[in-house]
């Protein structure tokens, strides 16, 4: 999941690193913010983690907390099926957690509706159409987030393929909402604000 709109994206160094101007591995191409962010190891670019259209920067994770980070509760948000081959997801989860400061608890709107709980079921996403660099695939929804109570919070989604209502599966990217009109907690979400700026 990512946002729409401008975001930073926060990486793990252990599994991310980037590259400037200079470098033999920079691409301009994949330029977001002066860095190229590539994978540790190969040396080669996580095609899907460029598939958010409005990165603005890299950045070393903070906190632990690793995916892209914006500074709005009112968000359109994609829900991305990218997959390395032609696949349906079942019974795809957004599930919204992690509310900041601890103990709030957030009025959640998606699509205009308010949600019981801190889940939103989607139903099934195919990952059919073929992505613009090839040998990968993508199709996307759109939801429409609004919520309101506490600082922050965070978005993920996984496809609950067994209906036991647990994430089995793999790896899967999280978005970090926070609300720039609120006074930040930490200098830890002051430098992402900061970051936003540049």
Same mark, same amino acid.
């Given at each position: 999941?990512?946002?729409?709109?401008?975001?930073?994206?926060?990486?793990?160094?252990?599994?991310?690193?980037?590259?400037?101007?200079?470098?033999?591995?920079?691409?301009?191409?994949?330029?977001?913010?002066?860095?190229?962010?590539?994978?540790?190891?190969?040396?080669?670019?996580?095609?899907?983690?460029?598939?958010?259209?409005?990165?603005?920067?890299?950045?070393?994770?903070?906190?632990?907390?690793?995916?892209?980070?914006?500074?709005?509760?009112?968000?359109?948000?994609?829900?991305?099926?990218?997959?390395?081959?032609?696949?349906?997801?079942?019974?795809?989860?957004?599930?919204?957690?992690?509310?900041?400061? /601890?103990?709030?608890?957030?009025?959640?709107?998606?699509?205009? /509706?308010?949600?019981?709980?801190?889940?939103?079921?989607?139903?099934?996403?195919?990952?059919?159409?073929?992505?613009?660099?090839?040998?990968?695939?993508?199709?996307?929804?759109?939801?429409?987030?609004?919520?309101?109570?506490?600082?922050?919070?965070?978005?993920?989604?996984?496809?609950?393929?067994?209906?036991?209502?647990?994430?089995?599966?793999?790896?899967?990217?999280?978005?970090?909402?926070?609300?720039?009109?609120?006074?930040?907690?930490?200098?830890?979400?002051?430098?992402?604000?900061?970051?936003?700026?540049?």
């Amino acid at each position: 999941v990512y946002p729409s709109g401008p975001c930073v994206y926060c990486f793990d160094p252990t599994e991310y690193y980037t590259v400037g101007p200079g470098d033999p591995l920079y691409d301009p191409a994949f330029d977001r913010g002066g860095l190229v962010l590539l994978e540790t190891g190969t040396g080669e670019i996580d095609w899907s983690i460029y598939q958010a259209p409005d990165i603005v920067r890299f950045q070393p994770s903070v906190d632990g907390n690793d995916g892209y980070v914006f500074l709005t509760p009112d968000v359109e948000l994609i829900v991305d099926t990218f997959s390395n081959e032609p696949r349906v997801y079942s019974n795809v989860i957004v599930v919204f957690d992690r509310f900041t400061p /601890a103990g709030c608890t957030p009025a959640i709107l998606v699509n205009g /509706a308010p949600i019981a709980g801190n889940r939103f079921y989607m139903g099934d996403l195919a990952a059919l159409t073929p992505t613009a660099w090839g040998n990968n695939y993508s199709d996307t929804s759109t939801l429409l987030i609004q919520w309101a109570g506490c600082s922050g919070i965070r978005i993920w989604a996984f496809a609950d393929e067994n209906y036991n209502g647990i994430k089995d599966g793999g790896e899967c990217f999280t978005a970090y909402s926070h609300d720039a009109s609120i006074a930040v907690e930490s200098s830890s979400w002051g430098n992402i604000k900061a970051m936003h700026r540049r």
